[in-house]
């Protein structure tokens, strides 16, 4: 080994939520973690994202992945209880419910429709919504506008504030030892004598197995050991307002009132390649459902707006896979990395660390994905 070679139980590459969630849970399996981050200039939705801890509605078509969204939030709260223990860090996990709130008569059949097929899918007594007229949402939600048409309420939603989420990993991570290196844009993975080799700049990194969670990169990342993990960007543009007086008890789909006081309003989904603009027009839509929703929010200043990209795959599912050529090489991939961090540090990692892969992430393989298969427009 020379001066630039160093080795650990697992490299972790993308330092991320879904990064740095399985690598605090890799830690928490008494293994050595080094986590190689990619430069400041790589898209990183885990930086501009919505923060929502999100199960309702989510899974449709894939009853499996409503599961798995349920069990992160039901193991949320442990999640949060040790990342504060470890570190000090609140990360302002509040699970009263969420609403997502309907302004059509068309798009509230819709919703109930597809929350129908959810309830008698997921089979959970717990895994519950409610349907509820303007007048009962109203009761949840005061400052809610005429406009509405109605709601869907369930108790199994929250938030959290996502950049703590993000400094608490980080911090719990430095303190249980993990080599975290930024700036360390991996190029090149080889396996050799069932050791991978993880070449970033000058330096190469060994160790018998290697996580991909580079968000955009982890398609390309996970080519070089023989792993097929489509992903690809779908645009979301957020703004925040100025702090106004608490006036929103729960989260909704699309407004949000953060710890701080802060209204966080979004999001858009558009599929637009690698373009991370804020759109003028995208944003005027957005405030417009907003102040239809909650018309006290038209006197809000808006302080300040951002656009991200979601790390999606085909079908909008995550992706799980060990590579079969490249045994002890694993892709790690969704687009909830906030609601999904707790499944990534119980289960996730677990699963890294022995091997064994469970049954609750049977139905996420890459492997079900072809480069013909079709691409299926996002929505929750
Ligand atoms: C607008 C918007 C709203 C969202 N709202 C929610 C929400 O409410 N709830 C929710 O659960 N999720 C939400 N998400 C999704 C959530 O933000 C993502 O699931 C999550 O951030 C993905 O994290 P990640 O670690 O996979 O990706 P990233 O944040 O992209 O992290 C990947 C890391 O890999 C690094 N990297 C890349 N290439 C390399 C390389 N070659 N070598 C080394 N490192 C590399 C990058 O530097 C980066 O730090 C939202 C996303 C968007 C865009």
């Known amino acids: 080994m020379n001066n630039n070679t160093h080795s650990s139980d697992v490299i972790v590459i993308g330092g991320g939520l879904v990064g740095s969630s399985v690598a605090y849970g890799l830690l928490r399996q008494g293994l050595s973690v080094t986590v190689l981050d990619g430069a400041d200039d790589t898209i990183r939705p885990s930086r501009g994202n919505f923060g929502l801890v999100w199960v309702q509605g989510k899974g449709h078509g894939m009853a499996d992945y409503a599961r798995w969204s349920f069990g992160s939030a039901r193991q949320w709260p442990a999640l949060r209880d040790e990342l504060q223990a470890q570190t000090g860090i609140d990360v302002e996990l ?8 309907c302004l059509s008569e068309e798009e509230m059949s819709q919703r109930v429709a597809k929350l129908q097929w959810l309830e008698s899918e997921v089979g959970d007594p717990g895994y519950r919504t409610t349907v509820l007229s303007r007048d009962e949402a109203a009761q949840h939600l005061p400052g809610l506008g005429p406009e509405v048409a109605g709601a869907t309420y369930s108790a199994m939603d929250g938030h959290c504030n996502p950049l703590k989420l993000l400094r608490a990993l980080y911090s719990a991570n430095i303190a249980n030892g993990a080599r975290i290196h930024n700036r360390m844009q991996v ?10 080799h993880v070449s970033a700049g000058a330096h190469v990194w060994q160790a018998p197995r290697i996580v991909i969670a ?3 990169a982890t398609q390309q ?4 050991v023989g792993m097929f993990v489509p992903v690809r960007p779908n645009k979301g543009q957020v703004f925040i307002t100025e702090r106004v007086q608490p006036f929103l008890p729960h989260p909704t789909n699309y407004v949000r009132q953060t710890d701080e006081g802060t209204v966080q309003i979004g999001d858009s989904m558009e599929e637009l390649g690698f373009d991370d603009m804020v759109r003028v027009p995208v944003n005027a839509r957005i405030a417009a459902r907003a102040v239809k929703c909650f018309p006290a929010l038209a006197n809000a200043r808006v302080v300040r707006t951002w656009a991200a990209l979601r790390v999606m795959s ?13 045994p002890g090489a694993f892709a790690v991939t969704c687009h909830s990395g906030v609601t999904l961090a707790a499944q990534h540090v119980f289960c996730i990692a677990p699963w890294v660390a022995t091997g064994l892969r469970p049954a609750a992430i049977e139905a996420f393989p ?4 072809t480069p013909e298969t079709e691409v299926k427009p996002y929505g929750i």
């Open 94 to 101: 509040m699970q009263p419910g969420g609403l997502h709130i």
């Open 187 to 196: 190029s090149a993975i080889r396996q050799e004598g069932g050791i991978f």
């Open 214 to 216: 580079a968000g955009h």
């Open 221 to 224: 990342l996970s080519a070089m």
């Open 314 to 326: 085909p079908d909008g599912f995550p992706m799980y896979q060990e590579s079969e050529s490249h």
């Open 366 to 369: 890459a492997t079900r994905f």
